[in-house]
């Protein structure tokens, strides 16, 4: 028995048998997976690693998710949840009309100060999707497409000029934007180095927004 595999046993994980047991253990390799992510780049982190983490057998870790990459479309589905949660507070009121400039700003920073989800989001196509089931892609892509309609919701009260699909095209737009900008503002730094972003993510996101925004009114 390996040494992971012994630690797996002393700690009863693969004893779990209850719902909230289940969903315990789901829980604790979501926790390591994320807290890994703040110390090594992305595409090193390994299952193995997850669970030698956890405390158990990378077999146990296959119990909850189907590969590595599964762990961290799930961290990323998480992510967005709590982002669409917090954002209609970080958004500026819609009480009154929201100059452009200032909404723009707060929807960067909403999500420059979300490095993780940032770093997830640029990730998944290259990285994490094209390991996964069919069924656990369809599953998160559905969610996605459900986290976009809830983003577009916050944003909307705050552009009510626009219609619901315009505003659902412009969230879409800024994660694409996410997707392909993030990594190369925030270049994957080797070990022992670190390395600042070479651009400011913020201002050109806030830009970004705001140029949009303008096209979709200018818009026939």
């Given amino acids: 028995m390996t040494t992971a595999a012994r630690s797996g046993a002393r700690s009863g994980f693969q004893r779990a048998r209850s719902p909230e047991q289940r969903d315990e253990r789901r829980r604790a390799i979501l926790e390591t997976a994320d807290g890994m992510l703040g110390e090594t780049v992305l595409a090193e982190i ?6 030698r983490r956890v405390g158990c057998a990378t077999s146990n870790v ?21 982002w669409i949660g917090a954002l209609d507070a970080e958004l500026p009121e819609p009480a009154a009309p929201v100059p452009l ?10 999500l420059a100060r979300r490095p993780r989800m940032c770093l997830l989001m640029s990730a998944s196509g290259p990285l994490l999707e094209p390991n996964v089931s069919p069924e656990t892609l369809n ?8 986290r976009v309609a809830e983003a577009a919701a916050a944003l909307h009260t705050r552009l009510p000029d626009l219609g619901e699909q315009d505003v659902c095209e412009l ?4 994660a694409t934007y996410t997707v392909g900008l993030w990594p190369l503002m925030h270049p994957a730094a080797p070990r022992g180095a670190q390395l ?12 970004t927004f705001a140029v949009l925004v ?7």
Avoid: C
């Fill in 196 to 207: 600042g972003a070479t651009k400011d993510f913020r201002t050109g996101a806030a830009r």
């Fill in 62 to 82: 296959l119990l909850y998710f189907e590969t590595r990459e599964a762990v961290f479309l799930e961290l990323l589905d998480a992510a967005w949840s709590q």
């Fill in 101 to 110: 400039e200032e909404l723009a700003d707060a929807v960067a920073g909403s």
């Fill in 214 to 220: 303008r096209g979709l009114r200018a818009a026939p």
């Fill in 46 to 51: 390994s299952l193995r690693e997850i669970a």
């Fill in 171 to 174: 969230v879409s737009v800024m």
């Fill in 139 to 146: 599953r998160f892509r559905a969610a996605a497409h459900a």
